[in-house]
């Protein structure tokens, strides 16, 4: 199993996401890689045809409406200096992030939605409530609910994941799970960027590994293996090499999948299904669905038996 040659995609995209971080550095990751890690720009023109928004206005409460639109939305704050968005721009951000937030507030994880949103990679300037908020950790905290579901009262004491973008779910569930460790695999400058940011959030707690890394771990070492947005952008015999992986690592523990439910990567020539993954025959499957608000996303999870030998 070769994990070790990232497909055409990601090198592409790697590449971009390096020149990106030596021009703007760390310090503004949140405004710059982070909205290209499963993270959303609305845009006022495109609101209309947006699956998310149109998600969003179905499922809010008029009590909902009245408080992300009576509260000053602060487009024109200083803060927002540097973000070259028009104004119109930065109105539809705010309102769909905080129409995201209620309703992750309601349908989410409530360990993760009570945590402040980290100064740290300089967040956009979205408030609601008297707190700064925003897209990823409201996203988080409805993936915590779907895996801590799936779950049940196993406490997970050790997770993995695979592409951990710059460390918002590991954010997440190390506050969910307060006593688990957790190991990120993942390909530069990614890894450079997680790397950073949980060590400056939880130091001690994160592991940042490489994929020829990964295939050293041990197995059964994992309670919770996880990836989000990460798989349907490889090769097809990535996607084989990384369930093949959980399967080692995660015997006896739970996986979780939250991926595009078809995406093509015209750069390798992939179509990635995800009724298509080839998950093995003896994971016992205990969540599958359409995801909320990211409706053209399933998530899935499944219990994975400790290994015979």
């Not at 979780?256 to 020539?269: A, E, I, S």
């Not at 205990?286 to 499944?302: G, K, M, N, S």
């Amino acid at each position: 199993m070769d994990l070790s040659k990232p497909s055409q995609f990601w090198e592409r995209l790697g590449s971009e996401h390096a020149a990106e971080l030596d021009r703007h550095g760390f310090a503004n990751v949140k405004r710059v890689q982070g909205l290209r890690y499963f993270n959303w720009r609305w845009r006022p023109g495109r609101l209309a045809g947006s699956e998310q928004f149109s998600f969003l206005l179905r499922h809010a409460r008029p009590r909902d409406l009245r408080a992300v639109l009576r509260r000053p939305l602060g487009a024109s704050d200083s803060a927002w200096d540097g973000v070259e968005w028009s104004m119109g721009e930065r109105r539809a951000y705010i309102v769909a992030v905080r129409l995201l937030w209620r309703y992750a507030t309601r349908h989410g994880d409530p360990a993760v939605i009570s945590l402040a949103e980290p100064e740290l990679g300089a967040p956009l300037p979205v408030h609601l409530d008297g707190r700064l908020i925003s897209q990823d950790l409201a996203n988080a905290a409805l993936e915590v609910a779907a895996m801590k579901r799936a779950l049940g009262d196993r406490q997970p004491g050790h997770i993995v994941e695979v592409g951990g973008g710059y460390g918002r779910s590991a954010y997440g569930l190390l506050h969910a799970f307060p006593d688990a460790r957790y190991t990120i695999v993942d390909i530069e400058p990614a890894a450079s960027i997680s790397r950073w940011y949980m060590n400056e959030l939880a130091p001690g707690r994160v592991v940042v590994i490489s994929p020829e890394q990964a295939l050293e771990l041990d197995d059964g070492a994992f309670d919770l293996a996880v990836s989000i947005s990460s798989l349907h952008e490889m090769r097809l015999d990535q996607i084989d090499g990384y369930l093949s992986l959980f399967d080692r690592v995660g015997a006896g523990g739970v996986v979780y999948l939250k991926q595009w439910t078809r995406w093509d990567n015209p750069v390798d020539g992939v179509r990635a299904e995800f009724a298509d993954y080839p998950i093995p025959s003896r994971w016992r499957r205990l969540l599958y669905e359409r995801c909320p608000v990211q409706t053209h996303f399933t998530q899935a999870a499944w219990e994975v038996p400790p290994d015979p030998a």
